[in-house]
């Protein structure tokens, strides 16, 4: 059975451009969590969905940041105008239950 | 203000004895509390939890202990295999989906 997938495994970007992030939860898991890794740190929780809905986003850092799930499904993190301090590991984890959340390899960002 | 912290950023341990991997926390609203394991290059994957009802929970050589008194959990490995090498975070969650995380511990079994 597939587990979470992320795209791209790595990105390097110029400071002051835009990204996308993308997650493929588990099928059939109706809630999903985008967490940032940042290097020696533990994840820090950015938002939830559940199903397509966008229950909490009091994680996001700055409005720069945006996530969508428009079908329920596959999740998308943009960063606009990305910045140094954006450097840091994405991890996205999706769920069944909302309790035992399972991760994605994580989408490693580097703002130059 | 760091809400879970692990003191010990790494720990090593001979092949066949026990880890103990530490982990303190302050919001005394926690009341459920995970460890997961981390791979270069992979995500956390989940290993063990307590419910704050419990004070220990058990999964073959996994063990997990919580002195809510105390506001401290340790996640007990016996016997230490060197396949358990890996970065441990634990979580703490206060009824919610949201999970506080530590910053980890790298944890080094030797052969």
């Known amino acids: 059975g597939a587990g979470v997938s992320q795209s791209p495994r790595y990105k390097v970007a110029k400071r002051g451009q835009d990204v996308a992030l993308r997650c493929d939860p588990i099928s059939g898991h109706v809630s999903l969590f985008w967490y940032q890794q940042a290097l020696g740190q533990g994840p820090e929780f950015l938002t939830y969905?559940?199903?397509?809905?966008?229950?909490?986003k009091s994680g996001l850092p700055s409005d720069r940041f945006f996530a969508e799930r428009p079908e329920g499904s596959v999740s998308t993190l943009k960063i606009q105008r990305t910045q140094q301090e954006d450097s840091a590991v994405y991890l996205c984890?999706?769920?069944?239950?909302?309790?035992?959340?399972?991760f994605g390899p994580g989408t490693r960002l580097t703002v130059l | 203000d760091q809400q879970v912290k692990q003191n010990s950023p790494s720990l090593s341990v001979q092949e066949g004895r026990i880890s103990i991997l530490n982990c303190d926390y302050t919001n005394s609203m926690f009341d459920y509390f995970l460890w997961y394991k981390k791979y270069p290059a992979e995500g956390p994957t989940f290993l063990i939890s307590i419910s704050s009802i419990k004070d220990k929970n058990e999964d073959g050589r996994f063990t997990v202990f919580l002195n809510k008194s105390a506001k401290h959990l340790s996640l007990h490995i016996v016997p230490s295999q060197p396949g358990d090498s890996a970065v441990y975070f634990c979580?703490?969650?206060?009824?919610?989906?949201?999970?506080?995380f530590g910053t980890g511990t790298r944890l080094k079994v030797l052969a």
């Open positions: 969905f559940q199903n397509e809905a966008q229950l909490d």
């Open positions: 979580a703490a969650s206060a009824g919610t989906y949201k999970y506080i």
């Open positions: 984890a999706s769920s069944f239950t909302g309790v035992e959340q399972f």
